[in-house]
């Protein structure tokens, strides 16, 4: 799940368990508000940031995407980089070689929205991060719960140090990446399979844990090493190599005590008496209008990232493949160009091996 898609569903829950007078349908409703999810990195580029904007809306509506915005990032050092907006919108991004982060310098971003509302965040320093040391899986089996045979799968670890110096923020995050032959894909129920339209070059389709909030401090660890970190389990889908990427982050304790509070509310959602949206503070406001909502936060990570090829071929039996995918079909067009977006990519990813 998506911060955005995250916090409008939370805040349309509570909206709802906070009423205590009869239920009308389709009356709930929350302040518009943008929505903003995006940070910058010790590592080269491009940097996305995403703007969507909740509206006056009933339960059967969604977000809407933010476009026509002009944003923008700079630094301490005079450095600023205005985002092109990518299709089909509420995207924006920085330039293949353009600004990148460095560490020690400090961080803003500016958006000046197409209805003229203009919003800045607190400049954030870019904090270092100690590099993974060790990557590695391990094979792991459990019964399954009321069903025959076993779940299988390949628990993802690293191995890394924390400074001697306190006061270090860890977040921990990871991508999928495997290639797409159809970048338009519908389901045929008869065939139980998917068919698709192929893509014009190459692509890849890219999985990510938009739910998980893995995070840590130092406070009772520091300067001792990080042995054993889980990052999540690889499922036996299929007997080929599993390509993960893993991404160390470290936050500034800004960032850390917003995604803390983030998770705290992902634990918490449901019950009457937790605690309301509106505390989670992020380091976004509205310098137009103060009294317009904001949710969100943008960040200055410094980022260690490694690669791992998840070898799948001990498995047992065969694998819990879903039905097909990715099935090509002659159409018009005979292609459709692969879309550069949180989902896909034309740019193979940093050690692929075919």
């Not at 970048?183 to 129920?189: E, I, L, M, S, V």
Request: charge should be neutral; proline fraction near 6%; aromatic fraction near 10%.
């Amino acid at each position: 799940m998506k911060l955005s898609s995250f916090l409008i569903s939370l805040l349309c829950s509570l909206t709802v368990l906070a009423c205590v007078t009869e239920y009308k349908s389709e009356t709930v409703s929350i302040a518009p508000a943008l929505v903003v999810e995006g940070q910058v990195t010790d590592q080269p580029g491009p940097y996305t940031v995403r703007l969507t904007r909740t509206a006056d809306y009933t339960i059967q509506s969604v977000n809407l995407l933010e476009t026509g915005a002009t944003v923008t990032i700079a630094d301490n050092k005079g450095n600023r980089e205005v985002l092109t907006e990518l299709s089909p919108g509420g995207m924006y991004q920085t330039r293949v070689g353009g600004m990148q982060g460095v560490v020690g310098r400090s961080y803003t971003l500016t958006i000046q929205t197409k209805a003229g509302l203009r919003y800045e965040s607190t400049a954030e320093v870019l904090p270092g991060v100690s590099p993974i040391s060790k990557i590695y899986s391990e094979y792991v089996s459990t019964p399954r719960v009321n069903q025959l045979g076993i779940k299988q799968g390949w628990n993802v670890y690293i191995d890394t140090q924390d400074p001697d110096t306190l006061g270090n923020y860890y977040r921990w995050n990871w991508a999928h990446y495997e290639t797409l032959q159809a970048c338009k894909k519908t389901f045929n129920a008869t065939k139980k399979l998917y068919d698709g339209i192929s893509c014009c070059t190459p692509c890849w389709q890219i999985d990510r844990c938009y739910n998980c909030i893995d995070i840590s401090s130092d406070v009772d660890i520091n300067g001792q090493a990080i042995s054993r970190q889980y990052i999540m389990q690889v499922p036996y889908t299929s007997n080929t190599r599993y390509y993960l990427a893993v991404q160390q982050q470290g936050l500034s304790r800004g960032a850390y005590q917003f995604w803390k509070s983030v998770k705290q509310l992902v634990s918490n959602t449901g019950g009457l008496f937790d605690a309301a949206p509106s505390s989670v503070a992020g380091n976004i406001r509205c310098v137009s209008d103060a009294s317009q909502p904001v949710y969100g936060y943008f960040g200055a990570v410094g980022l260690s990232e490694q690669i791992i090829y998840v070898d799948r071929s001990a498995g047992q039996g065969s694998p819990d493949a879903d039905y097909p995918t990715d099935f090509p079909y002659p159409s018009n067009p005979p292609c459709i160009a692969c879309q550069n977006s949180l989902y896909q990519t034309p740019v193979a990813p940093r050690g692929w091996r075919n």
